[in-house]
């Protein structure tokens, strides 16, 4: 089945403690993104990558790093997270201007 | 910069009507224009992608149209059901940083 994955789906965590939410899509698309949806803001970008080894940042890129080592795989990482961080994040895929598929989410809430 | 909005903001219809949301954009320079819904707490579902060569798209009970020239798009919802109860997304794709820019959203609520 062609999907976007996300993991952990949930996740309590406490202010500092570095944290990786990995996505994996197993359709070959070489476009990814990541975004937070934030009640009364929507969904806003964080990072995207056109390909491997090929990342940018996105609208609110600030306390988050990505990588693409591989095209299936985008992980998000925090290094420090902090309380403003606690969000629905949702990963996404897409062929090159194409439909974008969107993983279930994962639930981050930092004390 | 892209500014989306949607109207109604929030629609409550008893089920069988046909509905139109409707999804207005700024700037009119789009590659394409994805519609989704979401589920309370869930993620999103892909309804329809129209290219921006296209009018419409159809699919099932769902017809998507697109004016990119005026910056609009509606989504038609033909004989709503109460599992049609949801928000409703729209977002035009710019290309250049691979980012879709999100409508405010529609939240429907079908009556039984």
């Known amino acids: 089945e062609a999907q976007v994955t996300q993991n952990p789906r949930y996740l309590i965590t406490v202010t500092g403690k570095k944290l990786t939410v990995t996505c994996s899509q197993n359709?070959?698309?070489?476009?990814m993104s990541w975004y937070r949806q934030d009640p009364g803001l929507g969904l806003r970008q964080i990072y995207y990558?056109?390909?491997?080894?090929?990342?940018d940042k996105g609208d609110v890129p600030e306390g988050y790093k990505v990588s693409r080592k591989e095209k299936r795989n985008f992980p998000l990482i925090l290094e420090s997270p902090s309380p403003n961080q606690t969000s629905l994040y949702f990963c996404?895929?897409?062929?090159?201007?194409?439909?974008?598929?969107f993983g279930p989410g994962t639930r981050l809430t930092v004390l | 910069k892209q500014e989306v909005t949607q109207i109604p903001a929030a629609l409550s219809v008893p089920e069988g009507e046909n509905l139109v949301l409707n999804c207005s954009f700024t700037d009119s320079a789009i590659y394409n224009l994805q519609w989704f819904r979401q589920d309370p707490g869930k993620g999103l579902t892909s309804l329809l992608l129209?290219?921006?060569?296209?009018r419409e798209q159809t699919s099932g009970r769902l017809n998507a149209s697109l004016d990119k020239s005026s910056g609009r798009s509606t989504l038609y919802i033909a004989a709503s059901q109460p599992g049609d109860s949801a928000t409703y997304l729209c977002?035009?794709?710019?290309?250049?940083?691979?980012?879709?820019?999100f409508g405010t959203g529609t939240l429907l609520a079908v009556q039984p």
């Open positions: 359709m070959n698309h070489e476009y």
């Open positions: 990558s056109m390909n491997v080894e090929v990342t």
């Open positions: 129209i290219q921006s060569s296209q």
């Open positions: 996404a895929s897409s062929l090159a201007y194409g439909e974008q598929f």
């Open positions: 977002a035009p794709y710019g290309g250049a940083t691979n980012k879709l820019i």
